[in-house]
């Protein structure tokens, strides 16, 4: 670190500013340990990373890639086994679709009304309790689900609707990642400088215009990339709709019926009596490897999008 | 359409006439030009010569930011077409004063005014008074260039779009930029980012915008004070050009831009109570040259401020 000070004509230092050798040790010692922390994120990523490749690669050299991505069959516990993903592929996208429609507008109304038309009151009130709403184990939610969505939605609209359901998986999905965007949201537009509004305002502007026109669009990218990551993290989740919706990988939209989504079928193998080593139980890593993917795919558009939203007033 | 700002309430009417109906999109020509309110003697009575065609009066204006009152009791007369200047020391309430013209502050939560501001004899305070309806004739220029993150063209066009003007928006975008001196600079990239303009062209957009809703009254914080010195007077320049179509309040911190630009110079002082006043109103030559009251004498050759 030190290493770069000039040497002028080589003599030392005078007494009155030579560099203390505790200090600069000292120095040293904190440097070192807050590097190792960072270090340990960074081999615990590389590290799963690794083992999700080399299992998920063993996996392909046993099962073709073209039969895993375009099946449309996924058995692979049963005698005639099938090792398409796509009927997994469908579960997953089919709740982050629908837990996306009631997320998305929701936060974006919640934020809106937060960052624009909250009074502080409200606001110190209604903040603390999305944040108790993001901090709620899914595993809870999960049996809210199955224990008061589903028969509520079998009691009014639905009487046909199966115990486990993509419909009420959805619902509560959407739910968990409300916060995520209405806070998410709510900090983009409360960037926005208040000199932009004012501008609006000048020119005689209804705080609705000024909301619709000028806050809302500055903010957009922000916006954006919040709805990326909670799809994302619809993608992801795990305990919820393994309750709610059930263990029966297929294709089509009936979402009154029962579905499988990846993670969920991760958490079944895991917890089941497949042997490890073997193909079936390598198929987990196969489909952690292609979720891990999709998220990871994700999570790059929305950094693209934020650092977008970073230039913006400039 | 109900602002939100009503939530502050408080607002006290000294004047319980009701509004004039007012065309929101049209300028200086319509209602009441042959009003003449009468002038309270206290407002100028430091000086001989008189004001013949108010454009606002501003009467016995009083405002609170939650429990600090921040100004008291300024009455002033602003005459049609000219350029007055507010002056005085950082925190005395100019800007407060200012952005009670275009009933700005009560976007501020916690706001309280009272007294009474009249444009053309109409009050802009009463509760059935809409403030939306008040920035539309009193349109505002700030300290900081504030374009919107949109093209050049869309900024001078967003005004006259959301209150629904129904001439040619190509025509309106070409003459406000014309007027604001800036459509020779910008006419071949309408289509780029009002971002993308330096400072003092930002500057010039806003005050294109502020003119494309053209209002009666444009209100100035310190336009020039984030400007270099070309830029500031290309700004004092196109002040004056406008004068001739608008009534302009500027703010300004610069003695020889308001000497320079103003034609009417208002001293405000805040006292050891911290309360911002009138000290003096006058012609600015006059004002600068032989102020009747010693604090205004004081300010402008430096001695405190
Ligand atoms: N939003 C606000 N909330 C509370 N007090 C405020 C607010 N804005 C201004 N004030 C106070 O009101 C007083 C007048 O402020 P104002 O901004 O009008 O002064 P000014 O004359 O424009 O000063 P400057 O020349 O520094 O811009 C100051 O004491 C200031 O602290
Ligand atoms: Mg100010």
Redesign the pocket.
Known sequence: MATGTPAIDGSGASARFKRSRSRHLFEQLIGLSLFACAAVTVVTTVGIVAILLAEGLTFFTEISPLEFFTGTRWTPLFQSAGFGVLPLVNGTLIVALGASLVALPVGTLAAIYLSEYASPQIRSIIKPVLEVLAGIPTIVFGYFALTFITPFLKDTIFPEIGVFNALSGMIVVGIMTIPMVSSISDDSMRAVPQELREAAYGVGATKFEVVTRVTFPAALSGIVASYILAISRAIGETMAVTLAVGATPRMGFDILDSFQTMTAYIVNVSLGDTPQGTTEFRTIFAVALTLFAMTLLMNLISARVVQRYRERYE | MADSTNSNGGVAVVDEQVADERDAAVGASSSGRDFRPTLGAAQIDQQEDTIEDVAVQIDDVGLW??A?K??EGVSLDVQRHEITALI??????????L?CINRMNEL?P??RIEGQIRVDGDPLYGSDVDPVEVRRAVGMVF?KPNPFPKSIYENVAFGARINGYKGNMDELVERSLRQAALWDEVKDQLKESGLALSGGQQQRLCIARAIAVQPEVILM??PCSALDPIATQRIEDLMQELAADYTIVI?T?NMQQAARVSNRTAF?L?EED?V?RLVEYGRTDQLFTSPNDSRTEDYITGRFG
Not at chain 2, 88 to 97: M, N
């Open positions: 930011y939650g600090k921040a100004i005085g020391p950082s925190g005395c309430g100019k800007s407060t004063l952005r501020i916690g706001v300290q914080d310190e703010v911190h405000m805040a911290l911002g």
